[in-house]
């Protein structure tokens, strides 16, 4: 069994939406052991859809489209496949009624532009959507399979996981069981990474394990492919352990993990608060950790203290330390840091200070320059690094940064009040 996954869209080829699904999509026919041969993305065109369709039939035995379900006119999904696989549209009476209910829930009137979306290739399945108006599409051509999903990535995740999923598996398409397991790291470059690990992750090793990095965060994937899903970790776990002993604290999660994610999560185990105060990061680092459900507890707020007179009348930075050091400099952020705990009256303060660019910076203080600190009543560390990249990337991974510290800092003693 081989698999293609058909993306229909004129704003993905044209660059304006970027393709999520085919990545989700191949992770999940991944776990189910069935092998992804291609992707392909094919704009809005009725012949350049019914030439891909075909194509990926004579290339693989599974395809999965994604997109052209909805109502307009350059959604044309269930146009192509009735053309490929020869048959008239039919009406199902079913899906019908389920467009016409959900308009009736949110108090509208069906178009009848939508009515269209209840039409199947002669001989097809309906797939259930119940969160969108467009019902999917199975459709088994002699030995080959074709499921149509929505494009909204919450409408196809949920229309796979529940209807096209339990069709693979009743049909028996899957060849086995593929699983990955990612540890990420963070504080060392990918080089250096690798130079830890790299008997892993040399060529012919099993599992397989490959290394990739993305906005400063390096992240090793153990894949391992079994009959089972216990053969499958048994193959992983050994693998896992010795790299997460090998790397020490340079790892700081696994798999869906994120620097916040954890963060959060030793806060909440050692009850503990925090505040933030940024300049360099405006923001970024206080957004993040507020993505986490759950931590208003532990997060009491946060200071954007961007130009030098903030930090002075917010802070309490005197402005000689300023007039000194500069406001990118270990003072500064030390000052940052000890000034917004006192004022939230919480256990840590961590602040973040540099020169994000493309602009200021000085030969001595490069742009890319910046200093995250972090404090408790015992004491206040304070770490210094000078990024490449552009504006948004150095914002981004000077958050990162401050976020690490963050960690090890509550990873490594008790905080005293």
Known sequence: MKAEILSIGSELVSGQNLDTNSRWLSQKLSELGIPIVFHTTVGDDLDDNVHAVKAALDRAELVLVTGGLGPTQDDLTREVLAKVADVKLVEDAVSLVHIRTLFQNRNREMPERNRVQALLPEGAEALANPTGTAPGVWLTLGVKHIAAMPGVPSEMTRMFDEQVKPRLLARGLGTGVTLERRIHCFGAGESAIEEKVVDFTKRG?????????????VTLRIRATAATHAEAEEQIAPVATAIRERLGDFVFGCDDEELHNVAVRLLKENNLTVATAESITAGLLAHRLSSVPGVSVHLHGGVVVYCDDAKCQQLDVPSALIEK???????????????????????????????????????????????????????????????????GEIQSRTAKLALNLLRLRLESVKIES
């Not at 090793?205 to 990739?212: A, L, Q, W």
């Not at 200021?360 to 690094?385: I, L, S, W």
């Open 325 to 391: 050091y500069t406001a990118v400099s270990e003072p500064v952020a030390i000052a940052m840091a000890e000034g917004v705990r006192k004022k939230f009256g919480t256990d840590i303060g961590l602040a973040t200070t540099g020169y994000a660019g493309p602009d200021g910076g000085t030969d001595g203080t490069p742009v890319g320059t910046v200093y995250v600190a972090v404090a408790t009543a015992k004491e206040t560390r304070v770490q210094k690094f000078i990024w490449g990249g552009t504006r």
């Open 205 to 217: 090793h099993v599992p397989e394990v490959g290394i990739t990095v993305s906005d400063a965060t």
